[in-house]
């Protein structure tokens, strides 16, 4: 039978494919939605990760009553040493908690009793001093469970009475006293309470709220001769030097610091990766560096090195990985990667059997991702899309945007890896719908590019600094972060990939793809990916995408 718990109870929380973990039962958050299941369940703050969930109530447990139940001696989970601390501080803040009813306060000798515990032993006493002498007589106290002798006066008349008690004679404090006393009972408990409450409120509110923005670093500039602007909606002076708003502009060696490194609370289940290219180094580091068990494959072994020595094991096939594992990361760069991998000779295929997870974090088109969940799901595995979005940088300091689509169990599973290697995920739903996202996003950053080159080549020709020109977008509505990067790469000429050209083209001719199927015109992106292939075609292929500035600049 489930335990009856309630809000402000401190317990263990144990979800599927994680150990149990110190967690506090708190109100619950509006923004998560609440599971529908009509079995019980709490909404749980995680201390250490400071993360929350609903919890099944047959899933929670007191803490106090079952530490040493789920405190591991070996194999310690990362992070559970200090959500054992956090829980620890703010059971020391907490009163001892008094197991009754709101409707069933305790009486007033009953709040004196846990006040006064010395007089536990002599609580049968009571005062007879003012009780009639009717002579010497055994009262049993069921009450109290205590027999006291009344003796009655000698004969030598009132003056020589003697009442004897065999229990020493005490004071009994005064009504107002005990109230007094009482009250300032009521008021510690509750003191302390607000603290625990207080200690909570802080982790979660550093949890939800948003990071705050990272000024860019200023870049020194040579002084320009002083432009005059015409109409200035700030009221700003007619007159000033257009290289003095160069600090607004991010480049290259201004962009955010990476950011600090995030607590999560690792799955004990066994994972496996295929491919480390560009992107795939940086996620199998954070899922290394956060504490998780992985096995690493790549078609060339000498990508493998830096995440052997950081900790990883290393698979000699596909298939092998996947065997060993209760589920793998795949991430390569195309559709026909994607299918050597899985139906090729020692593929992920021949190692999947019943329970097995495969997830593919590539960008493919839809007709691949369908082709390679059927194969999955036909010899009894699980298959999840998650393609991603962001660059090399992204990928390193575990800022990715993860767009999951497919089995749900699987996605829950993995979960944590996906805290691990990015900053949001979002399940989307049916088998397909993760590479829709991902190929229709792509043609907005692929056309803005576009864009952009054209434009810096069209500045330089009429005679503007393309400098300027970026310093100006970088103060317009419509600037970013990634066209300001862009923009520098393409000004300094430096082209090293974050982001291969050749895999930009490559999801703009999946999505104009995508559109021939349901009769969507794509005229600017069919454009873009004109000048992206003419990029392709003067050898800048594995060139950063900013290359294509070499195509728009004729």
């Given at each position: ?106 009486s007033i000798d009953e709040e004196i009793a846990q006040i006064f515990p ?366 300001c990067e862009k923009g520098r790469a393409m000004i300094d000429g430096h ?60």
């Amino acid at each position: 039978m489930a335990e009856v718990h309630e809000v402000e109870d401190l317990v263990w929380a144990r979800m599927k494919g994680f150990p149990a973990w110190p967690g506090k039962i708190i109100e619950p958050k509006p923004e998560v939605k609440k599971p529908s299941t009509k079995k019980p369940q709490h909404f749980i703050f995680f201390f250490g990760s400071e993360n929350y969930a609903w919890v099944l109530d047959e899933n929670l447990f007191s803490y106090a009553e079952h530490k040493e139940k789920f405190t591991p001696a070996t194999r310690i989970p990362k992070g559970f040493r200090e959500a054992v601390e956090a829980i620890e501080e703010v059971l020391e803040t907490m009163p001892t908690k008094i197991k009754v009813r709101p409707n069933e306060l305790p009486s007033i000798d009953e709040e004196i009793a846990q006040i006064f515990p010395d007089r536990g032993s002599q609580h049968g006493t009571r005062d007879y001093t003012r009780e009639p002498l009717a002579g010497k007589h055994k009262v049993n106290h069921q009450d109290h469970g205590a027999v006291i002798d009344h003796i009655t006066p000698s004969k030598t008349g009132p003056s020589g009475a003697k009442r004897i008690f065999k229990s020493p004679r005490q004071r009994k404090p005064s009504k107002k006293k005990e109230e007094s006393l009482v009250s300032t009972k009521r008021a510690s408990v509750k003191k302390k309470k607000e603290l625990a409450d207080k200690v909570v409120k802080k982790a979660v509110k550093r949890v939800s709220s948003p990071p705050k923005p990272v000024s860019p670093i200023k870049r020194q500039r040579t002084p320009k001769i002083p432009v005059k602007f015409s109409k200035t909606p700030n009221k700003a002076t007619p007159t000033a030097k257009l290289s003095s708003l160069s600090n607004a502009t991010p480049s290259l060696s201004s962009v955010p610091e990476p950011p600090k490194r995030k607590s999560v609370i690792p799955t004990p289940c066994k994972i496996g990766f295929l491919g480390l290219g560009i992107i795939g180094q940086g996620m199998v580091n954070n899922l290394i560096s956060s504490g998780h068990e992985v096995t690493v494959w790549n078609r060339t072994s000498v990508k493998c090195r830096d995440a052997i020595k950081a900790g990883a094991l290393k698979g000699n096939t596909p298939a092998e990985v996947v065997q060993s594992c209760d589920f793998t990361f795949a991430c390569v760069s195309n559709p026909t990667a994607l299918k050597d991998l899985v139906f090729g000779n020692c593929g992920v295929l021949q190692g999947i059997t019943a329970g097995k997870g495969f997830v593919d974090m590539s960008t493919v088109d839809v007709e691949t991702t369908t082709d390679v969940h059927e194969a999955i799901c036909m010899r009894g595995g699980r298959f999840l899309e998650a393609p991603v979005l962001g660059t090399q940088d992204s990928s390193s300091n575990g800022q990715l945007v993860i767009l999951a689509a497919g089995d749900k169990t699987l996605y829950e599973d993995c979960y944590s890896c996906f805290e691990a290697m990015g900053r949001r995920t979002l399940h989307l739903g049916e088998i397909g719908n993760g590479s829709r996202m991902k190929l229709a996003l792509n043609t907005v950053l692929g056309t803005s590019l576009a864009g952009l080159a054209e434009a810096m080549a069209l500045s330089e020709k009429v005679g503007l600094h393309q400098e300027d020109m970026l310093d100006v977008l970088a103060m317009s509505g419509f600037s970013s972060p990634i066209l300001c990067e862009k923009g520098r790469a393409m000004i300094d000429g430096h082209f090293d990939a974050t982001f291969p050209l050749q895999h930009q083209q490559k999801d703009l001719r999946l999505a104009i793809e995508m559109a021939d199927q349901v009769d969507q015109p794509l005229a600017v992106a069919g454009a873009a990916n004109e000048l992206f292939k003419r990029a392709r075609a003067m050898g800048y292929s594995d060139s950063d995408v900013a290359a294509v500035f070499r195509a728009a600049n004729v």
